[in-house]
């Protein structure tokens, strides 16, 4: 059975930091790619960053640049976002993802909300 667990969301004050965690179990985790998603409301569940089987490429979507930094370890079968200079646009509900040819696997998510 595939499980993604989430941690780390929280409410946090603009300028904060933060860092997501999502382990996974069930999975050949080291051959997965490995993303971050987010959703906020009324909104369209949009990619925020991936890292590639191995760790060697991460891509990261524009407003994310610069702030944020996806990273793996594959012995733990956990992948990471650390977040920092939070903005209140970045409040949303934050998904893994862990994509291996078709099989597509999704957390049930952790909510980030950045309000002062």
């Known amino acids: 059975q595939v499980q993604l667990v989430e941690s780390g969301g929280a409410l946090v004050q603009p300028g904060e930091s933060l860092r997501l965690s999502c382990a996974a179990s069930?999975?050949?985790?080291?051959?997965?790619?490995m993303a971050w998603y987010r959703q906020a409301p009324g909104k369209q569940r949009e990619l925020v960053a991936s890292?590639?089987?191995?760790?060697?490429?991460?891509k990261y979507t524009e407003s994310a640049k610069g702030r944020f930094t996806v990273s793996r370890a594959d012995a733990q079968k956990t992948v990471y976002l650390q977040m920092t200079s939070l903005k209140p646009e970045d409040t949303a509900r934050y998904y893994c993802?862990?994509?291996?040819?078709?099989?597509?696997?999704w957390g049930q998510g952790t909510q980030v909300t950045v309000s002062s």
């Open positions: 993802n862990a994509l291996l040819g078709g099989r597509n696997h």
């Open positions: 069930g999975i050949t985790f080291s051959r997965y790619a």
């Open positions: 890292i590639s089987s191995g760790g060697g490429s991460t």
